[in-house]
């Protein structure tokens, strides 16, 4: 049959589509020498929990930087050296209470202040967490470890635009007295996108 | 457009797969990916309301199917080939095999006429209207009521900035809705809250 003759070739491998971009990208002189490396390198050095967590630290020991941060977080994330990209003109800083808990989403993609609060992780991008987490708030969390008494309110930011939102979350009661980098050491990815609590 | 994108209140799926300290990247080739399309962005080849207007485009069966750097994959390969900078076919030749790219695109729009600016404390509609284009409003809140409680800066307007569209930026709104609103009889009580353009929105009036 005629047909068969223009049978589709079958779809080349994910890492040979990369390859064939990266290489036509290459033939073209669109790699400017070292930034790849550079993107990269942030992606796993720079872009990481840790600087979120020295915000936390900072905020649960520095009355003033508390205040700072919640009125305007980008201007208080930038004040501590981090870096936040020019789209992201404005981070939205949700604290936690005893009676209030946050916990942060993206359900068309994957938004997330990631300069802050480092990349997101796997799950976070996943069609369970993005369809869920706004309609059965208290059950995902719950599934995920994190099971709430019913009098605490639960609010859930859905980062639908471009400003970001991280959470700022309980200082942990067994922490009084420790320096700002031993708390920095025990805030987690996980208790940012409010997910966790510490 | 009401793509396959909009999951959330989506029902059918199951728990989240989550492990504590979850790795971002398990290959080189999604590292190499992340680079490149930020890459991109940065040399002005696209913006990032073309970059994820692409990823909406993919073929639903593929959209589902593919892994959070497949789609950005295809994104980025997508819009150098509407972009001139490489062809289907290169592409498809280096690759040595069949390079899925998304569906063509709809036109875009530019900001809704009768614009209003919203203070923490108004109440709001979000419209009750429809683009084949690019848009940031999810489905879920489409029609429903809310209280702004956030004002952002300016911000280009995705359903325009996707498509080249002339338009004026303008702000979003944390509008604050109730879960048991947005889905009657069937949500866990909560309070969501969605970043929502302007023109997304008209004052509550009733």
Known sequence: M???MHVRPSVASVEQRVAAIDAAFEARNLKPAGAIEQLEHAADEVWVPRNGARVVARA???PAYRQRLLANGRDAVLELGLTMPAHHRHLVVLENTPRVHNVICCTLCSCT?????????????DLEYRSRIVRQSRTVLKEMGLELPPEIEIRVWDTTADTRYMVLPLRP?????????????????????GVARL | MDGMHDLGGKQGFGPVRYALNAQVFHAPWEKRVNALYSLAVRLGIFNMDEY?????RMEPRHYLSASYYERSLTSLATLCVEKGIVTAEELERRAGGAFPLARPGAPGRSNAAGRERFQPG?????????TPGHARMPGYIRGK???VVGVSPAYPFPDAHAHGVEADAEP??????AAEDLWPHDADPALVHVGVFESYLARDDG
């Open chain 1, 2 to 4: 005629a047909e068969s």
């Open chain 1, 60 to 62: 649960w020991t520095d």
């Open chain 1, 113 to 125: 202040a990631f300069t802050v609060i480092g990349l997101p992780p796997d799950w976070y991008k």
């Open chain 1, 173 to 193: 009661a067994h922490s009084a007295g420790s320096s700002e980098d031993q708390l920095a050491a025990i805030v987690t990815k996980e208790s940012m996108i």
């Open chain 2, 52 to 56: 994820r207007h692409a990823i909406e």
């Open chain 2, 122 to 130: 108004d109440r709001v509609r979000v419209r009750d209207d429809h």
């Open chain 2, 145 to 147: 009521r809310g209280v």
């Open chain 2, 172 to 177: 979003t709104y944390d509008v604050r809705f």
